[in-house]
């Protein structure tokens, strides 16, 4: 099994910034980040491989960026021009054995 623990979640203006953060107890080919909002299904945002190849939702695209720091085995998520919308628990996943991390909250709100 590999453990996940996420970091760097917080309340934020819209149009402010975060920065999530995910390590893993080992190293992991592809990381993703989802999140689920009160009341809805947990959706994907974003995946990098280990390579560095990246996929975002539509919904994030140019706002956030995702990448990796492989020899941490850390993963960040970027988050700008947040919106009300991106409220939600943002959560970790690893692709090798289907593990989650424990969730972060980011709220948006004035």
């Known amino acids: 099994q590999v453990q996940l623990v996420e970091s760097g979640g917080g309340l934020v203006q819209p149009g402010g910034s975060l920065t999530l953060s995910c390590t893993a107890s080992?190293?992991?080919?592809?990381m993703g980040w989802y999140r689920q909002a009160p009341g809805k299904q947990r959706e994907f945002v974003a995946y990098?491989?280990?390579?560095?190849?990246?996929n975002y939702a539509d919904s994030v695209k140019g706002r956030f960026t995702i990448s990796r720091d492989n020899g941490k085995n850390t993963m960040y998520l970027q988050m700008n021009s947040l919106k009300p919308e991106d409220t939600a628990v943002y959560y970790c996943?690893?692709?090798?054995?289907?593990?989650w991390g424990q969730g972060t909250q980011v709220t948006v709100s004035s």
């Open positions: 996943n690893e692709n090798q054995f289907g593990n």
């Open positions: 080992a190293s992991i080919y592809l």
């Open positions: 990098i491989t280990i390579g560095g190849h990246t």
